[in-house]
């Protein structure tokens, strides 16, 4: 080890280099600090100084007094707040009242939608949080994470998390699940070799990264990186980076209402300024002026979006797809593309032994997972386990440090994920480690290791002493000098027609292990080792992969029937990828490195992300630009991850979506959605559910509109002929919120209509309502129009009481809509289409406004309160005409429409 010059100043201010390209003597060297003695104690005080605790910078969201403001300083919500103003100021208090507490009801409604939990970078700050063990003054010390700083000394022992990023000094057998931050499928062997300064993240076998975890051996590693400074805290800066992406939902909504303000502005200035052409008073027109705005602004529409997201979101939590941000409920119906990690949500993310070659012939294995739970067959029949098929999963079984257990209904696995797949494989032979290892005594072991690629365990038995061997093809073949025939007898081998197999196995995917034995005669003194290992006997080959979900499979067969493209993104090799893809229904001609992406231009990446849908050995950055490019080629992207690695791009996707089970809580706090069963196929159930949310909103909004639109008709008709007001705005206050929840809100209940996976994604530009539901909606609001306006001039004429009219009015709108709902139950069938009982939401709506109808009708207090006065029974038969009127005219337009659309495909 070359220690500092002592002539040279000590610097924890090294340029942004290379770690992984420098020797570890000369990174020891730039931070001035020896391996042997590490830090003192008051060298290591100053760095903390200047550089600050080990933790990431926790960036404040937005206060809750702002997104509380943020509700009201909404375009129509304005107009309310105004029209509140303008009715107090002119003496009107009840009134004004009673507009701005439908202001505030809504400001809260929204304020809880908005408030959604910025936990991300909190999340990133516990992962690096954590005890640690460090060398300073010459001493071994035991700190908090948060205490170290540049030019620390670290050990490594199994079952740590590492604490900051580590360029490695020393190594022992030292494995590290890099897992969350590059996406390897696979415990990565470390080593402390210089590398070339192009190497990627995923191969810097000489680094070791903070909130990875240590898996096998010891190490000690010289700190290079501390908080916002690590990997760890660059991806939290693009978290950060990342902006809140207003969804499609809300883009469309805020559109909706731009085009609402505008015409109720238009209208109304239209309305007052002729009333005040026919000489009305200023104070009346005003009056008509805040009818009209209250009138056609839909007060109930932010309720009726909140609560038709919230009852999406419990729909889908049954589907096991929990939602964060309830707008990421309809975004999911509008994706066009979704984004999907390979590894436990493709896939089962357990690697399973798949196949076993012995004596010249392939054995399949059944079973998912780490349960041993399937049949070794040959030819699709029970194979008989005996000779070398049995001495196989024997070699398997004993040549590991893995083992297996069963809690709380799972089975769980503690080590190497391959060598737990070999346990299980014996188990699925009816042989047990446990029983084997009291049958055959472990003597002595050499771990596995990097540099000599196997591992082989010594074994008493049978008088005999064998040593069992597993590891690379290329490394133990050119060893083996014999190979084990079916009845367990050795044959000559046959080099070439093993690596023929070994190749098949490797395209389709699979890792691909040798097995191997040779007897000893252990002495008193025997000592395994590497010199030891020659002169072999083949027992087999073994053929292990990470298999892909059944459920996945179907659920990516119907996304491409619905449109969705959906593409692989993995820090797994390309080799994986692609044979992953071919077996679950992806296009596998071709798959991308991160090295190949990152010479690409935006342009060509542009492309590339529309044309290829596999992409390996990826990096955070690179999911960025992919999630980036997608999105300019106005794509609406879903992206699924479960490390440290895929925050950015959950975040930067319109719909990020984490798994719950495998996924680390800094993806879960950056998704909008997270799988509790992380199986893609719920990705799949969640967009279906999507879609039928915003069918149900379309349905409430074309529901609704029609009586904004219908009570200021009616007031602009009154100022047209120069008519009293047939409704006030209390009264229009009144029906459009009671009958928003009793009668409107029943929609968000509505079950998925037919069919809904057989549509293509709606585009972007495509509007709320297409020109055949603003046509209905026109058509309903002047019935309303002239049922209301009509009804309310008859009652006039017959002599009754401006009371009982306006109450005539009143009920003329609620009965009308009361009809028109069943119509909106289905905006292209018949309303029975649907069940007349399927939604009992629709009849309890009903039967209660019903009630209210009766107590502002006849109730003194409500009369008082509302201007209204009770009507007779004739008055009741002629609102009942009118609603059955309109909701006849309405089915026959529906009708006709259905039929002109079937013409037209």
Known sequence: MAFPDPALPVSDDAPDLAWHADTAEAAAQRLGVDHATGLADDEAASRLT?????????????????????????????????AGAITGALGEVVDASVIFGVVITNAIIGYWQEAKAEGALAALARSVTTPVTV??????????ATQLVPGDIVMLAAGDRIPADLRLIQQHELHTDDSMLTGESQPVTKDIAALHPDTVLADRLNMAYAGTTVVAGQGSGLVIATGDATETGRIAGLIAAAPDLVTPLTRKMA?????????????ALLTVGVGLARGGSAFDMFIAAVALAVGAIPEGLPAAVTVTLAIGVARMAKRRAIIRHLPAVETLGSTTVICSDKTGTLTEN??????????????AVGGHGYAPEGAITHDEMPADIDGALREALIAGALCNDASLRHEHGQWKITGDPTEAALIVAARKGKLDEHTLGKLFPRRDVLPFDATRQFMATAHEGDGQGVVYVKGALERLLPLCVDRLSANGQPLPIDRAAIEKVACAYAEQGMRVLLLARRDFNFGQNFRLTVEGIEKLTLIGLVGMIDPPRKAAIGAIRNCHSAGIRVKMITGDHAVTALAIARQIGLNAEKAL???????????????????????ARVEPEQKLRLVGALQARGEVVAMTGDGVNDAPALKQADIGIAMGLAGTEVAKEAAAMVLTDDNFASIEAAVEEGRGVWDNLVKFITWTLPTNFGEGLVIVAAILFGSTLPITPLQILWINMTTAVLLGLPLAFEPIERGVMRRAPRRLDQPVLDSGLIRRIVLVSFLLLAGAFGLFLLELDQGHSLAEARTVAVNVFVMVEAAYLFNCRSLTRSFWSQGLFSNPWIWAGLGSMLALQLAMTYLPVMNRLFQTAPIGLMEWAEIVAVALLCSTLIGLEKHLAARLARRTT
Not at 255 to 267: C, D, E, K, R, V
Request: charged share 20%.
């Open 593 to 615: 490195t991160g090295r190949e992406l990152a010479q690409l231009d935006d342009t060509a990446l542009g492309e590339a992300a529309h044309s290829v849908d596999v992409f």
């Open 350 to 363: 357990a690697m399973t032994v798949r196949v076993l070659w012995c004596a010249g012939e392939g054995y």
């Open 50 to 82: 200047r550089h600050g605790p080990n933790s990431l910078t926790e960036r404040p969201g937005k206060p809750a007094w702002r997104r509380f403001a943020d509700q009201v300083m909404q375009p129509l919500v304005l107009v309310l707040v105004a």
């Open 255 to 267: 559109t909706f209402s731009n085009w609402l303000l505008w015409a109720i502005g238009g209208l």
């Open 135 to 144: 060398r300073r003054g010459g001493q071994r010390k035991q700190l908090e």
